[in-house]
């Protein structure tokens, strides 16, 4: 298709190229001495530029700054914004004009629910004089079942549920759905995961987390009852990071091949601290689960597992197929971060739950975590490598630097995530509601990348590969053809796990769809990027104007200015411009339908598009 104008031209090529980013290798299990390459490989993320830095300068990059001065004071809505501009107040930073409802607007929808609003909730909101109206916009979208698929995709991809959990991908993702929609207490959901038991996970919901980071075993089993197709002690190895990394924030892959002294003292001062046996205590709350693949008719079924409580305890002597040999130590379980064990006749895996997310890191790791979804980057980054010997501003190491950027904030926000219960929803209102959320991208004066971790401007982001997607099909009104169980849905974001069609397949994975093999990482912005959203049919084929699309209903029933109209809106969620207008119409009314097929085509392939503001 050919671009219209040069309004429409090689602003994504260009972005894209300018953010480009190395993006780290997958952490490996490493022998116990390191030399200096294997040390800087393993534990690359902490050596990167902040996030906060890279999110600055991809905004910069693309907005730029403008010029005017900086608002005075903001409403100050929550504690929140006593943090954030209580901070910039004392230290002389500027910060961003709040954002005006339409960039509130695409951004909230996008980021609750990952869609683009539709052309009548623009102008629905745009005419809407309500002073309170952002604050009802954002209870609607969390009471919508898009802000349940969006989210239920999310811990779908967090928990990495993929092909191992056979039949109870499906399971768990309607679990999950149905967690979200009734706001359940995510101490909860986290509890029953770690404590989950089945005589098959295709019928436990919870259980398929466990049955998805099995280590396999033996290639062949001897009968029914051989334990060896999976491996027991690494299973309890990988549940024991799983878990402390998704529900605490905290990387404990190193301590689990070797002690953190003599090793970690430049990485992590907490991590230094603990030992290799310190992490087979915890690990031994898992000791005695048993994980068995499912027999039918004397042979093995993938996917499915028997997982209960009957192994005798965790072998700090075993053998492993992934990490240097367990040398032995203390087997008792004693959890990692307060010394506590399990109460007399309690469970170990039921104690390890009710002590994790009792602790107040739980509440600390979730609420950063959402944090870094909704603006950019965490208050601790990398948000899943928590040092929690440096979270104090008043008992810092010698030489160190506070790891959060607002500490109060953080220790605040995992308050109020405890007294509502631990619910999710409650968490993103509170920070969708606050005015840090809600500055905008655009920055006017000169902008300093020191003005970052203030969270002094609202940060682009680049829209996941799922989201892409949708927003596609949205803009065309030409949803896809997916199977989902005996229903057809037209929308990523609904399904379990990635399609599999080869243009979208090949289409989502160019923007860094999850295998859900590895955990989900933003992926660097590539050539690749521009190539596809210009020549893959995921996109020439919505923009021509067919009998069921939207473009050719636009035609059919407007003048030209209404069309360009209605494009913008449904694409980019606002007018045009004077000058874009006068672009537009002038390819309309070279060549109607090829002029509005070709405007269809740049406005999805502009930054505008492509990044939500």
Request: aromatic fraction near 8%; glycine fraction near 8%.
């Amino acid at each position: 298709m050919k671009q219209v104008g040069n309004i429409f031209g090689c602003m994504l090529l260009t972005a894209l190229m300018l953010s480009a980013q190395e993006q780290d290798e997958p952490r490996e299990a490493r022998p116990e001495v390191l030399s200096p390459e294997e040390f800087s490989e393993a534990h690359g993320s902490l050596f990167d530029r902040p996030k906060s830095n890279e999110a600055a300068e991809l905004t910069d990059r693309l907005l730029g700054s403008e010029p005017g001065s900086q608002p005075g004071t903001v409403e100050r809505r929550n504690f929140i914004d006593d943090h954030i501009f209580g901070k910039m107040e004392r230290d002389g930073v500027p910060h961003a004009r709040p954002a005006s409802d339409i960039e509130f607007l695409r951004r909230v929808t996008l980021d609750l629910t990952g869609r683009i609003p539709t052309r009548t909730e623009v102008r629905a909101f745009l005419a809407d004089k309500d002073p309170d109206k952002r604050d009802n916009l954002i209870d609607r979208l969390l009471d919508g079942e898009e802000y349940v698929e969006k989210w239920a995709y999310h811990f779908m991809d967090l928990f990495r549920a993929n092909g191992k959990m056979g039949r109870g991908q499906h399971l768990f993702h309607f679990w999950m759905k149905q967690n979200l929609r009734a706001d359940r207490p995510y101490d909860q959901v986290a509890c029953d995961i770690i404590s989950a038991s089945a005589k098959s996970n295709h019928v436990v919901a919870a259980s398929n987390v466990i049955a998805r980071e099995h280590i396999q075993g033996a290639p062949q089993p001897k009968d029914g009852d051989d334990l060896g197709m999976v491996h027991q002690l690494d299973t309890h190895d990988e549940l024991a990071i799983h878990y402390a990394k998704i529900f605490m924030g905290l990387n404990l892959s190193c301590i689990s091949c070797h002690d953190g002294q003599g090793h970690l003292e430049e990485v992590n001062v907490w991590l230094s601290t603990k030992s290799r046996a310190e992490f087979f205590q915890l690990a031994a709350f898992l000791g005695r689960s048993r994980y068995q693949m499912y027999f039918e008719n004397g042979q093995p079924q993938s996917g499915e597992f028997l997982l209960d409580d009957g192994n005798p305890g965790y072998d700090t002597e075993g053998e492993s197929m992934v990490r240097v040999a367990r040398l032995g130590g203390p087997d008792n379980p004693v959890f990692l971060l307060s010394g506590e064990e399990p109460q007399p006749g309690e469970e170990p895996r039921e104690a390890l739950g009710r002590i994790l997310t009792a602790h107040p890191q739980f509440a600390r790791g979730t609420v950063n975590r959402f944090w870094a979804k909704l603006m950019g980057f965490g208050i601790v980054e990398p948000f899943d490598e928590f040092d929690l010997l440096r979270q104090d501003p008043d008992n810092l190491p010698e030489g160190w630097e506070l790891q959060p950027s607002h500490p109060g904030l953080l220790e605040e926000l995992a308050r109020s995530f405890r007294e509502s219960n631990y619910s999710i929803k409650e968490l993103m209102r509170t920070i969708t509601r606050s005015s840090a959320y809600r500055l905008s991208a655009r920055f006017q004066g000169e902008w300093s990348d020191s003005y970052a971790p203030y969270f002094a401007r609202k940060f682009v982001r680049r829209l996941g590969a799922e989201e892409l997607h949708d927003a596609i099909a949205l803009a065309t009104d030409r949803p896809g053809d997916f199977k989902f169980g005996d229903n057809k849905v037209g929308l990523t974001l609904k399904l379990a796990g990635p399609p599999g069609a080869r243009d979208v397949r090949t289409f989502l994975r160019t923007f860094g769809q999850s295998d859900r093999n590895t955990p989900p990482r933003e992926v660097p912005g590539s050539l690749l990027h521009p190539l596809a959203l210009m020549q893959s049919p995921v996109v020439t084929d919505r923009v021509i104007a067919k009998e069921d699309s939207r473009l050719k209903k636009l035609l059919d029933s407007y003048d030209n200015d209404r069309v360009v109209d209605e494009m913008f809106l449904g694409t980019l969620s606002r007018p045009p411009s004077s000058e874009e207008k006068t672009v537009a119409l002038a390819a309309l009314n070279t060549d109607r339908v090829s002029g509005a097929e070709n405007l269809q085509w740049a406005l999805i392939n502009s930054v505008e598009f492509f990044f939500n503001y």
